[in-house]
């Protein structure tokens, strides 16, 4: 199933005992509307709806804000749409960051959609929704199954309402009730590195109680450009049982750590010596009995280019035209900025030369990477004392790198003296060798 980006922003907490709260998301519920099975998937409804995280883990420094309550409605709506969540067992890891994001007025992504497990029927039993939830700006990315719980009987001998657009009971409080059955998260939504480092893909997940003999497939992928491959693949059981983990690794230097898996359900990939052909969009897919969810990695390679001018002494000469390169070499990705400044001394701002050099296209190494010079011919108003710089600036250098030159005075001075002490040293050797 495919699933867009919906971004909705109110958002409220609220705090109900001494270490936990209530964190209050408003959604996206995504429905195929009877159009499943047409191409493209971009046909899905958007529905708006409520989620509720019922005591998540705070810090009780947590406890002191101003939180704003959430209110029930006080009378159920069979057309509001509201999920419920118990999410103390299992918890949501970093679910405190929701509560940060409702603080530092960041966005949160949260999108509902029906979930079907594998090889279960439809009816009689629990229905099952994947939500998808991630901070803007913020590490916090996680995908749970909710499974929905059996409503309570009327005591009022009321009829159960059901909820118009999704057909489930409704609880007193007008709510659909869940618990979370199976999550997998990841800490990170990209990583970068440069060439030859080493990187940790991280991924994990939890689930509700479940036999220790249960197998756990966990899948990385990886897409580029339309591209998709395996890059490793393990089948292991919850209890990491002698013999029962088969390990399949596409990329060599890929890697997990099978004992991790099990004591941890810590699903990272470690990747070593990256390349460039390593970039790309990493899917760490995790399956236990009938679930399965995945989380979505972005890696960058950035390698940060070297960057040298083709003299290191610059001897100004008027009769002849004289040219200064500055190569930039090795580096990635592709866009890489340069520009030549002058300052004269006592000048404490470099100027921007009217000028600039003319570029070579860019050359792709064998690595993957990029080189890139800059050729400027000295403009002839350039006098002596005065410095040049070239600054290059790229993705992968946190502040512009500058290399510069100080355009000396012709010496005619120390050209004398080297000519006079040439003719004295001839002149020795003369009177020795006699
Ligand atoms: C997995 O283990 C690594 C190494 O100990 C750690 O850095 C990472 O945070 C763990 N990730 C999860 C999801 O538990």
Known sequence: MTLGVILFGYFVTF????????VVLSCALLDEGGLSGMAGGALFTRTQATLVLRDVAVSSDQTEETLTPFIPPS???????????KVSSPEIPNAEMLLHADCNEQEVMCEISRYFPRGSQETPGPAYFMVSISVEGEEFSTALILQTLPVEKNH????????NKLGLPLSQSGSVLTEVAFL???????????????VLLNCGFRQQEMPSTQEVVIEWRRQHRGQGQKVLEMKTRLDDAEGSTLVHTERPGSAMDVPLVASENNASMSLTKLRIS?????????????FHAQQVIQLHITQPPHVSLSEQKLVLNTKTPQMLSCHCSKYYPLDAQMEWLSSSTGETEPTVLPHQGSLT?????????YSLTSHLPLPSSITAGTTITCRVSHAALSSPLSVSVLVEHPEPDSYWFFVGLLVITVLFFYQVMR
Do not use: M, N, W
């Open 361 to 369: 296209s860019h050359r792709l190494h064998g690595d993957g990477t």
């Open 75 to 85: 009378v159920p709506d069979p057309d509001f749409i509201l999920l419920e969540v």
């Open 278 to 290: 390593d970039e790309g969009t990493y899917i760490c897919t995790v399956s236990i009995g009938l």
């Open 156 to 163: 009022s001998g009321g009829e159960t309402l059901i909820q």
């Open 15 to 22: 705090v109900s005992a001494e270490g936990v709260a209530d």
């Open 184 to 198: 997998v998260f990841s800490g990170v939504k990209s990583v970068s590195g440069p060439l030859r480092s080493d």
